[in-house]
């Protein structure tokens, strides 16, 4: 499994970005994001599988979806704040198929990472 990352960029307080992650394999398990601030320790974002779980810091603001005929997750991130700012991650666990509804949290329960792509919010 290969996850590609994209999508990042420069964006002022109160805007909005999407950012994706290319999947090649892995199509039937949980995916989910997780992000990395300067100096902190990576957090869970969000995960999906039938169904979907958010951090709350992004809980009506964010949005988890993904395209399973292309294998891509996507991550619509409105209302940016500048604390929102950090390199985000995609991945994916093989422990988990999208059958379920127990969505993990912890990034022990990922097999698979993207690269990461950097969010910048800032005026």
């Known amino acids: 499994v290969q996850l590609q990352a994209s999508g990042g960029g420069l964006v002022q307080p109160g805007g909005s970005l999407r950012v994706s992650c290319a999947a090649s394999?892995?199509?039937?398990?949980?995916m989910g994001w997780f992000r990395q601030a300067p100096g902190k320790e990576r957090e869970f974002v969000a995960a999906?599988?039938?169904?979907?779980l958010y951090a709350d810091s992004v809980k009506g603001r964010f949005t988890i979806s993904r395209d399973i005929a292309k294998n891509i997750l996507y991550l619509q991130m409105n209302s940016l704040y500048p604390e929102d700012t950090a390199v985000y991650y995609c991945a994916l666990s093989t422990r988990y198929r999208l059958t379920t509804r127990d969505l993990p949290r912890d990034v022990s329960a990922y097999d698979f990472w993207g690269q990461g792509t950097l969010v910048t919010v800032s005026s």
């Open positions: 394999g892995g199509s039937g398990y949980v």
């Open positions: 999906a599988s039938w169904t979907a």
